[in-house]
């Protein structure tokens, strides 16, 4: 079976345009949905915003949200999973599934904190070795998540092209 259907990564007002542009492109070379969750730190016009994703964005897909609240009344419960450094447990447990949306925060606050309340049961993080390090790159933590669910998702063809830029 072909997993037709995409999987979506969510940013909650980002604040970097690097790290946005460099999801924005994982997302087109995965043929995942990301989402802009306003208000963004940042102009869509930036350049290093451009210069991340580089020639690229004609190719991800990616939706708009005027706030967070519009976000998830529009989405299904169970399709969300969210990612913060303020839980234990491991995203390596989350019941990920085609369509589901990987919602990450801002990279300096996070998720707000009524969000991770009300979501509790759907928080996972990313173990870190060392206590000293506060926290992963957005970018890096899309990454990770993203390509371990799709590692669990029924097979889909993807080209096999290095990418070395």
């Known amino acids: 079976m072909i997993c037709h259907q995409p999987y979506n990564i969510v940013l909650v007002e980002p604040e970097i345009p690097p790290n946005t542009g460099s999801i924005a492109r994982l997302c087109g070379a995965t ?4 989402h ?13 915003l ?6 690229y964005w004609q190719h ?20 969300l999973f969210f990612f913060t450094t303020k839980v234990a447990r491991s995203y ?9 949306f990987l919602v990450f925060g801002k990279e300096t606050k996070g ?6 309340q009300l979501y509790r ?9 060392n206590p000293h390090i506060r926290s992963l790159n957005l970018a890096m933590c899309a990454g990770i998540v993203l ?12 080209s096999t092209h290095l990418l070395t830029e």
């Open 36 to 48: 802009l969750v306003h208000p963004l730190g940042f102009s869509l016009d930036d350049k290093h």
């Open 92 to 100: 390596v447990e989350a019941p990920f599934e085609p369509g589901s």
């Open 50 to 55: 451009k210069r991340a994703g580089l020639d």
């Open 147 to 158: 390509y371990d669910a799709l590692r669990r998702s029924p097979p889909k063809e993807f």
């Open 121 to 129: 049961d759907r928080c996972y993080t990313i173990p870190m070795q």
């Open 111 to 116: 998720l707000p904190d009524d969000i991770l």
């Open 60 to 79: 991800v897909t990616i939706r708009h949200w005027p706030d967070l609240d519009t976000f998830l009344a529009a989405q299904r419960e169970l399709q």
């Open 31 to 34: 043929d995942s949905v990301l």
